[in-house]
């Protein structure tokens, strides 16, 4: 286009998927439910096939496979089959049941199938049509949805218990932020939404305090739970490294009303192996939650990545600048196309990205560390070791570009 406005492609390689993808990521790890998408197969298939490939662990996710029959015209009952079917042959304690670019663009009332289908399980209808929104969309919504229509009200708030929300990702680095919190008597009341079970789901408003782990995705869910049942909360990071582990908790007991732990772990003595890290030129590729959160760790240890890119969210620029300097360079919602070139232009040796950065990362002979991965340590005082570890392991180093 002309002018001094920002140039619009016709043609893009795009960084971010949709509502949908969203929607079952954060359905993907609650336990005894069931996922059933009214759409096309090829939606479910694809969505199962990443979420694997990243290492979670989904659950049981199943499609009405709408077809040209169902898009002419229309698919109600095969959809109150589908509900019906489930419940009698898997018994779940809870089916989501979603809508899709498909569906939604026909029409179909998947509210109302829900409604209209006696099931024993509780059936929960989310709109999670792909042009409604993007994928973050899509997680702040089915939280919302699941805050709204299963917690019930408590007549007694537990002390010294928190809820973490937007917390979708289960495996260790869930089970390191339990271990953590309690190091201070803190106990974890329930998780939006990683690996949550229906009751810790419906006791979400026993809790003294909710934290807020990813705030794209669970701020709105936290504010929608402090209307509902009062409870207070606090934006908080992912605690990535030592020093940020020790102010998480410092953060959390002072919001408590109680005294923070009198002894913590002491820091690993990992200085000779980062001290490795000031002379690599390091790139950040991330959701803004773990930029943020991977930028503070490295400058615990003295380091600036050269290059922070960030999947979405413009407000997080000013937050990574107030810890790095000049030359490191923060770019928002970049174009692949210009991935590539900063990372040639700045000479990157290591990438902490996720699997989408894989690809790139081999072409240009750059190491790679899928830090995104469901069953990589990350968190708190085991993943700030963790991390070290996996930057400055011992081994042969193919050269950046720029450095054959």
């Avoid at 419940?87 to 779940?92: A, E």
Wanted: with cysteine; aromatic share 4%; proline share 5%.
């Amino acid at each position: 286009m002309t002018g001094s406005g920002p140039v619009v492609h016709a043609a893009r390689i795009p960084r971010g998927t949709c509502k949908l993808f969203g929607a079952i990521k954060a359905l993907s790890t609650i336990k005894k439910s069931v996922v059933l998408v009214h759409g096309p197969k090829g939606c479910v298939y694809h969505i199962n096939y990443i979420l694997g490939m990243r290492g979670d662990r989904p659950s049981e996710i199943y499609t009405t496979g709408l077809d040209e029959h169902d898009v002419i015209f229309g698919a109600e009952q095969k959809l109150k089959d589908a509900i019906e079917e489930l419940d009698r042959t898997l018994q779940p304690e809870l089916i989501f049941v979603l809508s899709c670019c498909t569906s939604s663009i026909i029409g179909e009332d998947v509210g109302s199938a829900v409604r209209d289908t006696a099931t024993k399980s509780r059936a929960i209808a989310i709109s999670a049509g792909g042009f409604e929104g993007d994928f973050h969309t899509g997680y702040s919504e089915t939280l919302c949805q699941i805050a709204g229509q299963l917690v019930r009200k408590e007549e007694r708030m537990i002390p010294r218990s928190v809820n973490l929300i937007g917390m979708l990702r289960a495996g260790p680095d869930l089970a390191e932020l339990k271990r953590v919190l309690a190091l201070a008597g803190v106990t974890v009341n329930a998780v939006l939404t990683a690996d949550a079970t229906r009751d810790e789901l419906e006791r979400l408003g026993a809790a003294a305090l909710n934290i807020v782990v990813c705030e794209p995705s669970g701020k709105e869910a936290a504010q929608l739970l402090r209307k509902l049942c009062g409870t207070p909360y606090i934006i908080g990071e992912i605690p990535i490294g030592h020093q940020s582990t020790i102010r998480f908790l410092e953060r959390v007991t002072e919001n408590l009303g109680i005294p923070a732990p009198a002894s913590l772990p002491c820091a690993p003595d990992t200085a000779p192996d980062a001290a490795s890290l000031k002379d690599r030129r390091i790139a950040i590729v991330s959701d803004p939650t773990r930029a943020v959160s991977v930028t503070r760790f490295l400058t615990e240890y003295g380091v600036v990545p050269r290059l922070v890119m960030v999947d979405f969210d413009s407000s997080v620029k000013e937050k990574i600048g107030d810890l790095v300097r000049p030359p490191c360079e923060i770019l928002i919602e970049p174009e692949q196309e210009l991935i590539v070139q900063k990372l040639k232009e700045h000479k990157i040796d290591l990438l902490l990205g996720g699997m989408l950065e894989h690809p790139v990362a081999k072409a240009l002979s750059i190491e790679h560390i899928d830090i995104m991965h469901g069953s990589e340590r990350t968190a708190g005082f085991a993943g700030a070791e963790n991390m070290v570890r996996l930057c400055c392991r011992k081994e042969q180093r193919r050269a950046g570009p720029g450095h054959e």
